[in-house]
């Protein structure tokens, strides 16, 4: 069984900064991507950014240039450097990892962006 847990969310204002974490501990053999992805009231979850073992990284066009994704293979851990943020930023992030065949998913994190 994989666990993950997620940190770093909270209320910030307009153009701040989050730094969210991710650890994933269990079962892991080896993980091949790790993402995050946030889900606004009312909408459906979508991508934000993707990052694989290659370190090749991949942004929704509305981030691109304010978040950026790395990893700590050592650590098991995926961050999310979120800078500039925006009211539509306003969501709950969760953390998935993918060691195949299977995707785990985080419970997720509250980010507030307040105007």
């Known amino acids: 069984q994989v666990r993950l847990v997620e940190s770093g969310g909270g209320l910030v204002q307009v153009g701040g900064s989050l730094r969210l974490s991710c650890a994933a501990s269990g079962s892991i053999f080896s993980i091949d991507t790790m993402g995050w992805y946030r889900q606004a009231p009312g909408k459906q979850r979508v991508l934000v950014a993707t990052i694989s073992n290659r370190n090749n990284e991949n942004y929704v066009d509305s981030v691109k240039g304010r978040f950026t994704i790395s990893r700590d293979n050592a650590k098991n851990t995926v961050y999310l450097q979120m800078d500039s943020l925006k009211p539509d930023d306003t969501a709950v992030y969760y953390c998935?990892?993918?060691?195949?065949?299977?995707?785990?998913w985080g419970r997720g994190t509250q980010v507030t962006v307040s105007s």
């Open positions: 998935n990892v993918y060691p195949p065949p299977i995707h785990y």
